[in-house]
């Protein structure tokens, strides 16, 4: 345990950790974790990885970091190309970052940016959407809808539209979910008129939502219509895939499962798997020819974009999901594994939800699973859950306040791409297991 002061959460002391080997993380006092939620989905590839550590300790050897305005390097072009080809050619420019905030930060200029070099100088509002989470540096925290990281900071705060979420399981009152996607886009076209299209930049969404919602896809059908939208009053789409990309619904692209193509597109947690610091904004031919044509280029990106280790742990790591087949495993096997705890969960009364895709899977809990009530958020539920799993040797993401900002509790799980089937049997027994220690102490 840390006897630092200030270093702790709000469940108490956390434990130090020491090593890590695949699935499994060691803390300083020997105990094993099993890493269900890959820490906040980012370690796609488990730990300790022998191939992605040789590929950073070769490049250290060499040099750690060429400065993007001095040198370009094999690992970056490299990785470059992996990542727009891994995108089916959606995207012809990026800029590297060091993690999903700056990403989408750049998104966010990016757009901005591209408006200017048009000349339509007006367009310079954003529509989000509530209960997402976007990052924490001011314009991500601005889009973002999590009131309680918001509040200290309002005022300086953008003004931004947060139309409602895309939630299946928790529509907007008296909306069937069969006619969830519709209602939302008649919501959304009605925002950008209120506003004047003239006025509007860009729609920002997650196309999975990840911490806020606790894993929720959007309906079918919704990513089209919103697509369909941004052209008709000409917004730029821009898709928040920092939790959900890379990989980890089972396409590279989240929003490749729909068909859709954004105009912007962040990426971070996957790409290099935690191994070294690494995210990045990519964005199309349409948006970024003017930009270039007008001002020679982004005025986007910081000292360390395209850190040269970083681009060679992003690039193994590709490779290796790449070589290995990691996003058909992630794509079958999630399918298995989520239908394999909605039976095991089936049991506890308040499981109201188990849902998502490929290797991102929400679990919602609730009073009561016909009415879908949340608990008192004074019960911190979700904290519960998680003390619970760490004494039980599993790691899990719970998170708070998907129903309104302050109630809900739920559950995420991430597991890495290469879980043995053993490991994601042992992720289940202990979530499950956790989830019923939890309900029991704090009854
Ligand atoms: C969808 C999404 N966007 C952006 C961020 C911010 O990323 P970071 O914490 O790396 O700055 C997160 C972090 O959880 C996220 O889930």
């Known amino acids: 345990m840390s006897a630092v002061p200030g270093v702790g959460s709000a469940t108490g002391p956390l434990p130090k950790v020491a090593w890590g080997r695949g699935s499994y993380l060691y803390d300083t006092t020997g105990k094993q974790y099993i890493d269900g939620s890959g820490g906040p989905a980012v370690y796609c590839l488990g730990h300790g990885h022998p191939e992605v550590n040789a590929a950073i300790t070769e490049q250290l050897g060499r040099v750690a970091h060429g400065y993007r305005y001095i040198f370009t390097s094999d690992p970056l072009e490299e990785l470059s190309a992996h990542i727009l080809r ?54 991500a925290l601005s889009v973002s809808e999590f009131a309680e990281r918001q509040r200290p900071f309002e005022g300086s705060l953008l003004p931004v539209s ?14 069937e979910p069969a006619d969830l996607a519709e209602y939302l886009s008649a919501e959304l076209e009605a925002e950008i008129l209120r506003l004047g299209p003239e006025r509007v930049a860009a729609f920002i969404f997650e196309p999975v939502v990840g911490a806020a919602g606790g894993v929720v896809p959007a309906p079918p059908g919704y990513a089209q219509k919103v697509r369909a939208l941004c052209d008709k009053y000409g917004l730029l789409l821009i898709a928040d895939e920092v939790m959900c990309g890379s990989g980890r619904c089972g396409t ?14 962040s990426i971070a947690k996957g790409l290099a798997g935690g191994y070294l610091p690494l995210g990045a904004a990519l964005y199309s031919a349409r948006v970024g020819e003017p930009i270039i044509t007008a001002h020679g280029g982004v005025f986007t990106g910081h000292t360390f974009s395209g850190h040269t280790a970083a681009c060679a742990a992003g690039l193994a790591v590709q490779k290796i999901v790449e070589r290995d087949g990691l ?48 608990f008192p958020p004074d019960r911190r539920l979700f904290q519960a859950v998680s003390v ?56």
């Open 327 to 374: 996003l058909a495993r992630v794509r079958d096997k999630g399918e298995a594994f989520r239908a394999a705890l909605g039976e095991a969960l089936a049991p506890i009364e308040e499981v109201g939800d188990v849902r998502g895709r490929g290797f991102f899977i929400g679990i919602e809990l609730v009073q009561d699973r016909a009415g879908k009530q949340p």
């Open 388 to 443: 619970a799993a760490m004494e039980l040797g599993l790691i899990c993401y719970p998170c708070s306040g998907n129903v309104d900002g302050q109630s809900g509790d739920t559950v995420i799980l991430a597991p890495p791409y290469n879980a043995s089937d053993a490991e994601l049997e042992e992720i289940l027994e202990k979530q499950k297991a956790a989830i019923e220690r939890a309900l029991a102490v704090t009854r």
């Open 162 to 175: 947060h139309v409602s979420a895309a939630n299946a399981y928790r529509p907007p009152e008296g909306v």
């Open 86 to 139: 891994s995108c089916d050619g959606a995207f012809r420019h990026l800029v590297y970052v060091s993690g999903g905030s700056e990403a989408v930060e750049s998104c966010l200029k990016i757009a901005l940016q591209y408006w200017s070099a048009v000349g339509e100088p007006s367009r310079r509002r954003f529509i989000a959407r509530k209960r997402s989470w976007h990052g924490n540096t001011l314009g």
């Open 252 to 265: 590279w692209r989240a929003l490749a499962f729909d068909g859709v193509v954004p105009d912007i597109m």
